[in-house]
Structures are given as C-alpha cells and as structure tokens.
C-alpha cells in the first residue's frame, strides 16, 4: 500500500557494503526510519540474500533484491548454473521486491562478453518466470542493452540504476517502461550532459539513488557515502527539474511504488 505521506526513497544502497566500511547499521536504521526514508536494499551475488533478510525484517520501509551481477562470471567464481541455483533457492525462501542488480560491465571486463551476457538473460528468464522487475547494472555497454531491450518484451517494468548511459538507450528505455535512476554522479560538475538528460526525461520514469556506499554526491564528494545523503541528490535534482522539491519527492515516491507494483 502506498503511503499517505510521500518518503524520501534511495532506489538503490547496498547494507553490507556499507557496514565494511566502517559504519553501525543499527543508527543508520534508526537514522533512516526517523527520517521517514524508505528504499530498496540491492543484491549483489547469489549468496547474500539470507543475511541481509535478517538485517532489515524489522525495518519494513526496506525492501530487498536479489541477484548476481556481471562480476559473477570473473575467474574463480562458481559455474553460473550452480550460482543460479542458490540465488534460486534464497528466492524461494525469502522475500524479495525485485531481481538484481545484473547486467553488463564492459569497463571491468568480467569474464567474457558471453559469459555476462548468458548470465543476464538467465536473470531475465527468471525475473519474468518469478514476476518481478529487473535492476539493470549498465557500465559501458549501451548497445549490448539496446539489443537486451529490443528483444524482451518486459511486461513488468525494470529500472536501469545509477544511469549514465546515452541518451538513445534512455529514450529506448522509457519506451519500453522501463525507470532510470540517477545517483551522485548527476550532481558532478563534469556531468552537464547527464544533467540536460535528466531535466528533459518524462518525470514519471525518473528515480533517485545514493548506489551507497559509492559514488557520493556533491557537497559530500569523496566521504562516506550513506542513504542519508540523499538530502543533497533531491536538492540538486529539483533545481534540474525546476520545481520543488517536496514536489519532486511526491513523484519519485509515486514512481518508486509503481516500480514495487510492477507498472
């Protein structure tokens, strides 16, 4: 059900990593909670499900994903096949909102062009049979997700997250129903054309994201990166959007439980 009053949701944190760098996730709960924040906990690997169910089941404003991205296939990991069958069998035993983050790195160059792409569409199959949306991690391989898009059908709406992607594959994506959520990045000074994309998106396929604990924003670049941040990419975004930013906090809320809802 959505709330009666509009949170500040972060699309897209990962708990654990920022628990190795340091900081006591129990008041950044607390923290999270008193703040009327709300958002989604994102999985990395096949394995990690179990203990980050136990993590946040008091805290019902976090929801969770599960999913193996494109480091899955680097040298040294299991064969996919028996990846995915334990992503599968955590799936089964524990609630998720949506499948990912997968995708495709071209930047690290994990593994093999194939063995990413064998281990996305597997992920796709499975989010389409489980229907559920899927998180895309895009990193350099803008066309390889055109291709993704222009053969899947996507009935249930995915999301591209912490989009810096062209503004093909952006337009592509939102054709196909797809959200794109922007984190850090869009407050860097650099990023102008990230930032003109951002301001010309139909607003009711746009999300926010921290990606924390990367990718901090400005006027915190370079610290620690917390979904507490957030204050400073709405601040940002609602100047970009040239409106309000308790407006803009209402849409993203809206889009953000669309997204749950799988429309």
């Known amino acids: 059900m959505q709330p009666t009053q509009p949170h500040r949701i972060d699309s897209h944190f990962h708990l654990l990593s920022i628990a190795r760098k340091g900081v006591e996730l129990p008041s950044l709960l607390d923290q999270m909670q ?11 690997d096949a394995e990690d499900l179990a203990q980050r169910y136990f993590l946040t089941k008091e805290h019902p404003f976090i929801r969770l994903s599960a999913g193996i991205g494109p480091w899955g296939v680097a040298e040294g990991n299991k064969p996919i096949t028996e990846q995915l069958e334990h992503l599968h069998s955590q799936i089964q035993s524990y609630p998720v909102a949506a499948i990912g983050e997968i995708g495709l790195d071209n930047h690290w160059n994990y593994g093999t062009k194939a063995l990413q792409e064998e281990l996305l569409e597997q992920q796709i199959d499975l ?18 997700f055109m291709d993704v898009l222009g053969r899947h059908a996507f009935p249930i ?3 591209f997250h912490c989009f810096q992607g062209s503004k ?7 054709e196909k129903g797809f959200y794109l959520s922007f984190a850090g990045p869009l407050t860097y000074r650099a990023n102008t054309a990230m930032q003109e994309l951002f301001s010309v998106l139909p ?9 924390s604990p990367y990718l901090s924003p400005n006027p915190v670049r370079g610290k620690m990166n917390t979904p507490l941040n957030m204050q400073y990419i709405y601040a940002f975004a ?25 429309r």
């Open 34 to 44: 008193e703040l009327g924040m709300e958002g989604l906990d994102i999985g990395t």
């Open 238 to 262: 609602a100047q970009l959007r040239r409106m309000d930013e308790a407006a803009l906090q209402l849409h993203i809320s809206e889009n953000f439980h669309r997204f749950l809802n799988g």
């Open 157 to 159: 709406p995915g999301l």
């Open 127 to 144: 989010a389409q049979a489980l229907h559920k949306p899927v998180i895309f991690h895009n990193r350099e391989a803008d066309a390889q």
């Open 168 to 174: 093909e594959l952006a337009f592509l994506a939102v």
């Open 203 to 211: 607003l009711d396929h746009l999300l926010l994201e921290t990606d």
